[in-house]
């Protein structure tokens, strides 16, 4: 199947310091790409979604200037949580669909000290 | 209304149990059906897909599908304490649209 890479898995940083995670379509190439936040034993909740050449369609209530996407190419979308504060901590995930079927990174945990 | 319902659980069966999952939907355009699984802290990773109606199977896993009645289910036979996770439904429609349950999480007791 469609292999989603992202990158890192892991990241710990201080509050007002800013994150860039990477959404990588491995074999595949995605003009669209998702970006989910997910609470701990909460479903994904869709923050935006990443559109290749050009801006990203925000959900509502998600903040643009806080949560920077960037799908400079078709094969990889960016998201940079800029000034990082403690409520920004969460697991966030991104997907991209090939065949009808959305396939999913393995997810980035992001924790504000 | 939620464009998909699923029961958030939690679920608790004992190890070889039959386990049934469910999910309903209120859009009569949706054509194609998946199931995730999801380990905790991980990514969801696909199990089960399925376009239109019918029965879909796959090692101990069954995917049914009923769109008369807008109703999917995930059934895992011989259940196994490595089948504890969350299993999300999702749906997506011709154009691409996806949606998808909360997600019930399920613990197989050893």
């Known amino acids: 199947g469609a292999v989603v890479s992202q990158h890192p898995s892991r990241v710990i940083c201080k509050s007002g310091t800013s994150v860039k995670i990477e959404c990588r379509s491995l074999d595949f190439q995605a003009t669209t790409m998702f970006w989910y936040r997910q609470f701990p034993k909460q479903s994904l909740m869709l923050m935006a979604t990443?559109?290749?050449?050009?801006?990203?369609?925000?959900e509502q209530g998600v903040e643009k200037d806080k949560f920077l996407i960037n799908h400079a190419s078709l094969t990889l979308s960016t998201l940079t949580v800029t000034s990082a504060h403690p409520e920004d901590s969460s697991f966030y995930i991104c997907?991209?669909?090939?065949?009808?079927?959305?396939?999913f990174g393995a997810g980035t945990r992001l924790s504000v000290l | 209304q939620k464009e998909v319902e699923q029961d958030p659980g939690p679920l608790s069966v004992p190890e070889g149990a039959i386990v049934s999952l469910n999910c309903t939907y209120s859009?009569?355009?949706?054509?194609?059906f998946m199931w995730y699984r999801q380990y905790s802290r991980k990514g969801p990773e696909l199990l089960m897909y399925?376009?239109?109606?019918g029965n879909k199977e796959d090692g101990r896993f069954t995917a049914q599908v009923d769109k008369s009645s807008k109703y999917i289910s995930l059934f895992i036979r011989d259940s196994q304490p490595s089948d504890s996770a969350t299993y999300l439904c999702a749906m997506s429609d011709v154009g691409n649209q996806f949606y998808f349950g909360t997600g019930t999480s399920l613990t197989v007791i050893p």
């Open positions: 399925t376009y239109s109606s």
């Open positions: 859009n009569s355009a949706f054509q194609y």
């Open positions: 990443s559109n290749e050449g050009s801006k990203a369609t925000y």
């Open positions: 997907s991209a669909n090939q065949d009808r079927v959305s396939n």
